[in-house]
């Protein structure tokens, strides 16, 4: 097998034994960026000959019976929005050209700390929102790969790369990953550092990984968690061990809520036909679940939050170079700036209210099951595709991850977002990856 097709858990498997080296592991990653790269396009900056340096410093680190951490070895894709000190970081925008930072963002250094080889910067949209890249869907470039982490879900999907590390404000990794076809997973609010990476909203920001097996994406995940006092919503708990809970066999069998959220109406007739087969195949093991009128409001309380804190956060650009923003996000800053602080307070508020209300569902339920977008991938390039059925559940912090198990009319994949109860993060993976086994067997 080509070195580039392994998945993260068994090539750290075939690392630890030695019957592959980093180096060899490396190569065929390029190898395979040499081959797709001019169609794909998911790379901001690259350079070969320093990720072939990392990765034969991780063959020498192994041979010399020193320590080495679960990812030594492993070539990682960062989207550009998270400071690295020994590359650029542009967060997609003219603006931030030939930015370089001093100073590595905690979970570049978490990846470091983990031995993992950094192949390069993955491309984002404009300030991680709404205005595309360049980055095709590597299934078909006609379409989007979705966004705001472009770059990240199309460099796991073809396999420049086995784990990449994105972020999600409204849908940037579950949306993505659904029109990729991998697996995405955005952890619990505030489980992972945001030090180092492009600030958007306080309240919505997260940060993700991408894989191609839920394995994959605890591995990926584990050296990540852990509190860090630079980001002021960093959870203070004990760091949980994620792979020892997805490679596990759940106790019970577990019962699932699908929820079609109040969007359902947007959803495609494939994303539709999808989930009927679905939760039909679940049978007496999922149930369809209404939420209450408050959850109706989730998403225009997630815009306001987002909006007014897009206006703050990136003010000091829209200030002096307003003219060299797209204009979908100038539009978005001008309609943040005119936000009242009492809606914006009643918004933040309304967060743990809606928890409060899910709490009662994930007494019965292990997980919520619901659409990770609309359904394909659409077809251009000048759209990343729309957010919606995963703003609610940026906005309520909750742990989700993308499964790519489903597939539409022109064979585009289609993912079913699972969602977890708060800080549920291993039990979620464990559930993922008990649904994928289940439906692939």
Same mark, same amino acid.
């Given at each position: 097998?080509?070195?580039?097709?392994?998945?993260?858990?068994?090539?750290?498997?075939?690392?630890?034994?030695?019957?592959?080296?980093?180096?060899?592991?490396?190569?065929?990653?390029?190898?395979?960026?040499?081959?797709?790269?001019?169609?794909?396009?998911? =790379? %901001?900056?690259?350079?070969?000959?320093?990720?072939?340096?990392?990765?034969?410093?991780?063959?020498?680190?192994?041979?010399?019976?020193?320590?080495?951490?679960?990812?030594?070895?492993?070539?990682?894709?960062?989207?550009?929005?998270?400071?690295?000190?020994?590359?650029?970081?542009?967060?997609?925008?003219?603006?931030?050209?030939?930015?370089?930072?001093?100073?590595?963002?905690?979970?570049?250094?978490?990846?470091?700390?983990?031995?993992?080889?950094?192949?390069?910067?993955?491309?984002?949209?404009?300030?991680?929102?709404?205005?595309?890249?360049?980055?095709?869907?590597?299934?078909?470039?006609?379409?989007?790969?979705?966004?705001?982490?472009?770059?990240?879900?199309?460099?796991?999907?073809?396999?420049?790369?086995?784990?990449?590390?994105?972020?999600?404000?409204?849908?940037?990794?579950?949306?993505?990953?659904?029109?990729?076809?991998?697996?995405?997973?955005?952890?619990?609010?505030?489980?992972?550092?945001?030090?180092?990476?492009?600030?958007?909203?306080?309240?919505?920001?997260?940060?993700?990984?991408?894989?191609?097996?839920?394995?994959?994406?605890?591995?990926?995940?584990?050296?990540?968690?852990?509190?860090?006092?630079?980001?002021?919503?960093?959870?203070?708990?004990?760091?949980?061990?994620?792979?020892?809970?997805a490679t596990e066999e759940p106790p019970l069998d577990p019962v699932f809520a699908f929820v079609k959220s109040p969007v =359902?109406?947007?959803?495609?007739?494939?994303?539709?036909?999808?989930? %009927?087969?679905?939760?039909?195949?679940?049978?007496?093991?999922?149930?369809?679940?209404?939420?209450?009128?408050?959850?109706?409001?989730?998403?225009?309380?997630?815009?306001?939050?987002?909006?007014?804190?897009?206006?703050?956060?990136?003010?000091?650009?829209?200030?002096?170079?307003?003219?060299?923003?797209?204009?979908?996000?100038?539009?978005?800053?001008?309609?943040?700036?005119?936000?009242?602080?009492?809606?914006?307070?009643? %918004?933040?508020?309304?967060?743990?209210?809606?928890?409060?209300?899910?709490?009662?569902?994930?007494?019965?339920?292990?997980?919520?099951?619901?659409?990770?977008?609309?359904?394909?991938?659409?077809?251009?390039?000048?759209?990343?595709?729309?957010?919606?059925?995963?703003?609610? =559940?940026?906005?309520?912090?909750?742990?989700?991850?993308?499964?790519?198990?489903?597939?539409?009319?022109?064979?585009?994949?289609?993912?079913?977002?699972?969602?977890?109860?708060?800080?549920?993060?291993?039990?979620?993976?464990?559930?993922?990856? =008990?649904?994928?086994?289940?439906?692939?067997?």
């Amino acid at each position: 097998m080509d070195p580039s097709e392994l998945t993260a858990i068994e090539a750290a498997r075939r690392l630890h034994e030695g019957a592959l080296s980093s180096e060899e592991l490396t190569r065929a990653c390029l190898d395979r960026i040499e081959a797709l790269e001019p169609s794909v396009q998911a =790379w %901001a900056h690259l350079d070969p000959d320093y990720a072939l340096e990392q990765a034969c410093a991780a063959d020498a680190r192994r041979s010399s019976g020193a320590p080495v951490g679960p990812l030594h070895g492993l070539p990682v894709g960062v989207k550009d929005i998270f400071d690295t000190r020994d590359m650029p970081t542009e967060c997609g925008s003219t603006l931030m050209r030939a930015r370089q930072p001093n100073r590595d963002a905690r979970v570049v250094s978490a990846l470091r700390e983990a031995g993992a080889v950094i192949m390069g910067k993955t491309v984002t949209t404009e300030f991680a929102m709404y205005a595309p890249g360049k980055t095709t869907n590597p299934h078909d470039p006609a379409h989007t790969p979705g966004g705001s982490s472009s770059g990240s879900a199309a460099a796991v999907a073809c396999n420049m790369v086995p784990l990449a590390i994105g972020s999600q404000t409204n849908g940037s990794v579950i949306r993505p990953a659904s029109f990729c076809g991998v697996y995405g997973f955005k952890p619990s609010f505030g489980a992972i550092s945001r030090s180092g990476v492009l600030a958007l909203s306080r309240a919505l920001d997260t940060v993700g990984v991408f894989a191609r097996t839920a394995e994959d994406l605890a591995l990926a995940a584990e050296p990540l968690f852990g509190f860090d006092a630079c980001d002021p919503d960093s959870l203070p708990q004990a760091r949980q061990n994620l792979v020892a809970a997805a490679t596990e066999e759940p106790p019970l069998d577990p019962v699932f809520a699908f929820v079609k959220s109040p969007v =359902w109406d947007q959803a495609d007739d494939d994303t539709r036909e999808g989930f %009927a087969e679905l939760v039909e195949e679940l049978g007496d093991q999922c149930d369809e679940v209404e939420l209450p009128a408050p959850f109706d409001e989730a998403i225009r309380w997630h815009r306001t939050i987002m909006y007014a804190d897009l206006a703050k956060s990136l003010a000091r650009f829209y200030d002096k170079g307003a003219e060299q923003l797209s204009e979908v996000l100038r539009g978005m800053i001008e309609d943040g700036q005119k936000c009242l602080a009492v809606d914006y307070n009643r %918004a933040v508020d309304m967060i743990e209210v809606l928890n409060a209300g899910l709490e009662r569902i994930f007494d019965r339920y292990d997980a919520i099951l619901t659409p990770a977008a609309r359904g394909e991938a659409p077809a251009s390039l000048e759209t990343t595709g729309d957010p919606i059925f995963c703003s609610m =559940w940026t906005f309520v912090g909750l742990p989700a991850v993308c499964l790519p198990l489903l597939r539409g009319s022109k064979e585009l994949p289609i993912g079913v977002q699972m969602i977890g109860e708060r800080r549920g993060d291993a039990r979620l993976l464990r559930n993922a990856r =008990w649904l994928s086994r289940k439906l692939a067997g």
